[in-house]
């Protein structure tokens, strides 16, 4: 099909049809490599659509000529960029040349940009300015803004797995001048000391609550118009030091419909671009505000996030493994845990991996020892080295469950356990299981708890029938579908 469309196209047939064609064709490496064989038979034809009279057809020769990629195609394409007279295609060009290697135009492009911003902006000219603006922030990176700590009384959302605000509000109520909320899915907070709030270790993320109130409308440029007036920029700019544009992004939950979530998100991240005087730019790849739209049945609330306030909490956690514990949910584990815990506790993870595990348990409470085994030397050092990250203690070792012996007991257990998986088969994980009650029973001291994270209840409560020494103090669905859980066990006899 592409050999006939090609040959149609040197021809003069059906030149617009035939190229909209081709860039709906051209989705794969291999259709991509048949295409070429066809265009280099037909490279001056190709190239020379470029001074094509309809728009339509430079518009789809731009786009096909920036898959194509080759080094001789970007002067032909900055070249008729500058001469292009019709605006809603300039952005088009400037999209098809940042495949190439194109610094040599760089000063040229900064120029045009400083002359769009003299000027009268337009759908299209901001369109231009945008793309502009990426291909010169691909050399060039732009400066990141830094937080402004500042005391002040904020309104935060903080984002919470489903079922657990109860806890994290046990520790928001410790905190002096703050006072919260449990909602779904998370903690609406006041606080005078935002500090505080953010070293809490068991939320996901902070939202900042800027328009406290429901927008009751599912139009993007609606939504845009409260937020603008709201004083969106000037809510941002007061915790930022920098005075420069801010780059951001339109993030919608709670609507399924995938047509109507990217309406919204276009039309409001437009209508703050075109209503911002340059000072919000939309930019998904490198943004630091992210403007979180949350639907509701009756409408919707609207909460940043700032990329610039850094999350301190996890800093250690340099290294991980796609297996790896969230340290938010090791932090969560280990909150439900405490009151089991002990101040002089010799604390043992026999399938540590990198070390999440052992550091939160070091974070939440007083201890003797960590110790932590893997049969991966990988997932050792990774653990080894976040651990000094963290400035904790852990004794690895690299080793099988199954071969570790120790000169005395443990008075706690935790792990999170290995999941069924293509590398991980199911008579594997069934002897994981069954490995960690039988080891745990030699190792573990009188009236030590074990706390055990699985994905596999049924599993998990096939060895509790098999292993009547151990009593079950609690079972703590993690996850909102009940696909996760925390077991908090008791040894009663050896």
Known sequence: MIHNICEEINEGKNVRENLIQLNQLIKTDKDMDVFLDEYYEYETCFIGLL???????????????????????????????????????????????????????????????????????????????????????????????????????????????????????????????????????????????????????????????????????????????????????????????????????????????????????????????????????????????????????????????????????????????ATSMQPAKAALMMHYLKPYMKEEANILDPFCGTGTLLIERAFAGAYKSLYGLDISGQAVQAAWENSQRAKKVLNLVQRNFNDFKHEYTFDEIITDMPRQSAHMKYKQLEYLYQLLFVRSRELMAEKAVMAVYCEDAQMMERCLNENKWLTRVKKIPMSKDQTSWLYILRKLYN
Request: hydrophobic content about 40%.
């Open 51 to 321: 001074d094509d009279e309809d728009a339509k057809v430079r518009k789809n020769i731009v786009k096909l000529l920036g898959k194509v990629g080759d080094p001789v195609l970007l002067k032909p394409l900055f070249e008729h960029y500058q001469a292009e007279n019709t605006q809603f295609l300039k952005a088009d060009y400037l999209a098809a040349m940042a495949s190439f290697e194109y610094e040599t135009y760089l000063l040229q492009l900064k120029e045009r940009r400083e002359t769009l911003e003299g000027q009268e902006r337009t759908k299209h000219s901001i369109e231009e300015m945008k793309q502009l603006q990426k291909l010169i922030w691909k050399l060039e990176p732009p400066k990141k803004h830094t937080f402004y700590k500042k005391d002040r009384n904020e309104n935060i959302l903080l984002i919470v797995p489903r079922g657990h605000e109860a806890a994290v509000m046990e520790e928001i109520q410790k905190i002096p001048d703050t006072e919260g909320k449990a909602i779904a899915g998370g903690c609406l907070v006041k606080t005078g000391h935002l500090d505080m709030v953010a070293k809490i270790r068991t939320y996901q993320a902070i939202l900042f609550d800027f328009y406290p109130k429901t927008i009751h409308s599912f139009e993007g440029a609606d939504i845009g118009k409260e937020i603008m007036e709201g004083g969106l920029v000037d809510f941002i700019q007061k915790r930022h030091k920098e005075s420069h544009a801010f780059l951001f992004r339109v993030d919608i939950k709670g609507v399924k419909d995938m047509t109507k979530k990217n309406q919204m998100a276009r039309t409001l991240s437009l209508y703050v671009e075109e209503h911002s005087d340059g000072r919000m730019i939309n930019e998904p790849s490198m943004y630091e505000v992210e403007i979180r739209v949350i639907a509701g049945a009756k409408g919707v609330r609207v909460f940043l996030k700032l990329s610039a306030m850094k999350d301190e909490r996890f800093m250690y956690r340099k290294y991980a493994m």
